[in-house]
């Protein structure tokens, strides 16, 4: 427990250490996209489902949080869970379509819908201004807190201790549900879909809350990702914002908490941070994944739990 | 009242016809088989039972109340246990919430319950763990709680199939061939089992090849050939009848 | 309008050929290989480096070699990345294929950078058709292509391998069982794939711009028509094909180009609803 809190710790201070601008920004994009990696293994991770629609819920909850503070004149934290609400809420429709689908036509049929998001995104010109763009995005209003005071989050030096806490009341929120009844139903209808009906379970039941959850917190991030940068555009939707996710959560490995986490950390921050020019960085992308998936299937928290079973069975003999 | 009843079952596959014009009844407490050649129909049977496929034709009433075209957990949750002719088990899941899943019907705790980790759910949750060890414990798992279930032989996958379908006390359980793969020693282990079963209140109805395992246990048998009911009676009335003993002999 | 049809038509019968290399590789591994786009992109840039760089004059030497580089790339593909992984559940062929599609992308950029070049074609000149004119290369790329859905058709379903690989795609044992030996059959699908890739990679060339994300656009387009003409089917791909090449061209042509996207997406989606099979496809 207490180098549970040690850590965190010592994430919120690290502003504090590293006086660098371009890194906390950098760690700013990291929690966000880290999100996007979490909701997409909440769908396939544990249930299952084989997802490329993220990008468009980012998009729906970027989006959402824009025109309601900017048209709707709504206060930034309402709009930033509404934003979220509405693409869980688009969620239902997409889970009522593609349920009946089978592995990869389930796949095919949630990256369609990812396009068309972005399409609609582009073409309701009245709502969205099309591929225009929305500038001016207001960030997250202040708070008032017990002896600090009033809290604004208008850069990046002070918008980090607001993403990270969200991140992480949103990661133990995960913990805690699939730590649970709900994360073991969520497996077994992964697991063996029949036998899961046979035993009472309605699998279309948990899929949709599954899918549901997995939407909102895409939509949130993408909400967050807005009043960051302030710029909204049909490309914030963009599919490959749920490949990558898709490709960070395989490689940090599937099923587990932090597998999406070390992901994103590792595919998408650390090159970053390394400063590798962007064409190669693709390209080292592409080959780790190819490696991986040939070498490490279940991904690095699976070589890390192997390398620990190792090590306690040496220590047990 | 018969405790499951169905009549004039029709089934077609697009052009196959499954099964034709097929009534069976269970009383409570009572053990049936149900025998026949490969492809009889039997499995059809029980999905169509069961709710995994829906009958063309025919009433099916459980505890009184019509069930034919319910979806298959609606049937479940009604307390029809099952398991599957291909052994169906949560593989990459450990033996203990293999069971623990089977008790799914019975809990009432909600999502928010499980969040917060309320006094509820808690309580829930030890009392679903405390059933779930019994149930490995009766069916004689107890050592192999914590293990990966995939890996597991292939009798105490059998077993643990039951234990599932078992834990949540269901008013009737279907088992699909359980004997299937197993030696003359393992059978004689399930033969105690299923005769246990009974022991302790549940109605159960089996589908199986082996006609030895069904003579010893069966109060009634059932027999089915090319999807319609050829004989039935008790175990000594169905192995003199001749319509059977062409059937078999001819396949 | 008219002028609206006729492209419509010459993009639709490349994409059809790009249709048709996909629903091959579908129909005998049972997955779709997510990265065939970028070996379209890359038949386009071999036709660059030949003709802009290398300055070779002979058109059909360029279409030979690229079908031939093609076929050779594709093959090595299926050798080292995707056989590797055929036991693993249909995920990972997934995840190495999007590994392709990033290392294809930026290794090309490596080389090209990200200007958009373009592939000039050998024909020059227009034919008046209907009161509009449509240039000598379009009726190339549309007759060209036609030939290649005729050939490709006559060779899976009239010659030996073809009705090779179809034994293969319904049933590996049965394959097996008649002595088809299932790796050189998919070894040849893969083969026939890219070469179909690398022909539409320079048709395509030809009417758009060459650019490295150039493949992932005609993908999804082929996804499209394979999924609404049923996955693994030949005539398939090419009725699906021709049915999104409508819809696309309608949508362009009343609407706008962006909602060419919407009509064509939002036809898969109402495909994989109430026939997912698609027109032709096996029953799952």
Known sequence: MITYFGIILVLYLIPEVVRSDYIVNLLVFFLIRSLVAVSFNLLYGYTGLLSIAQGGFYGIGAYGYTLLVIHGGWPTWPAWLAGGLIAAVISLPVSAITFKLKGHYFAICTLALSLIITAILTIWRGLTSGALGIAGVPPMGGISLPWIGEVSFKDTFSFYPLVLTIFLLILLVIYLLTNSKVGRTFQAIRENEELSLSVGINPNHHKAICFFISAMISGLAGGLFASYIGFVHPMTSDVFIGLFALACTVVGGTGTLLGPVVGMLLLGTLPEILRIDPMLRNLLFGICLILVIRVAPKGIMGILSKGQGAIQKSLGE | MFLLEAKGIFKNFGGLQALCDVDIHISEGELVSIVGPNGSGKTTLFNVITGFHKPTKGTIKFKGNGIEGLSPYKIARAGIGRTFQVTALFDNLCVLDNVIVGLHRQTTSRMIDALIRDRHYRKEEQECLEKAKAMLHFVGLENCENDLAGPVPSFSRKRLAIAIALVSDPSLLLLDEPAAGLNVEEIDRLAALVKSIQKAGVTVCVIEHKMKFVMSLSNRVMVLNEGVKIAEGTPAEVSQDSRVITAYLGK | ?284
């Open chain 3, 1 to 284: 309008m008219s002028q609206y049809l006729i492209n419509g038509l010459v993009l639709s019968s490349i994409y059809i050929i790009v249709a048709l290399g996909l629903t091959l590789v579908y129909s005998i591994l049972d997955v779709p290989n997510f990265a065939h786009g970028e070996l379209v992109m890359l038949g386009a840039y071999l036709g660059v480096f030949l003709i802009g760089l290398m300055g070779v004059t002979n058109y059909f030497l360029v279409l030979i070699l690229s079908v031939f580089a093609l076929a050779g790339f594709s093959v090595l593909l299926w050798k080292f990345i995707f056989r590797p992984l055929r036991g693993a559940p249909p995920v990972t062929m997934f995840i190495a294929a999007l590994g392709l599609v990033y290392v294809l992308q930026s290794a090309v950029q490596l080389i090209w950078g990200k200007e958009w070049l373009s592939l000039p074609s050998p024909f020059a000149g227009s034919v008046l058709f209907g009161g509009a004119a449509i240039t000598h290369t379009r009726v190339f790329i549309f007759s060209f292509g036609c030939l290649l859905m005729i050939l490709v058709t006559l060779f899976v379903y009239r010659t030996w391998l073809g009705k090779g690989i179809r034994a293969v795609s319904q049933s590996e044992s049965g394959a097996a069982l008649a002595g088809i030996n299932a790796n050189r059959m998919i070894t040849l699908t893969f083969a026939l794939s890219g070469a179909l890739a690398g022909c539409a990679g320079i048709l395509l060339g030809h009417v758009t711009f060459v650019f490295p994300s150039m493949g992932f656009s005609p993908l999804l387009k082929a996804f499209a028509m394979i999924i609404i003409g049923g996955m693994g089917s030949i005539p398939g791909a090419i009725i699906g094909g021709f049915f999104i090449g409508i819809i696309e061209t309608l949508s362009v042509a009343f609407f706008s180009a962006e909602y060419a996207d919407v009509f064509a997406f939002g036809a898969l989606v109402i495909t994989l609803m109430i026939r997912p099979r698609g027109l032709m496809g096996k029953l799952e």
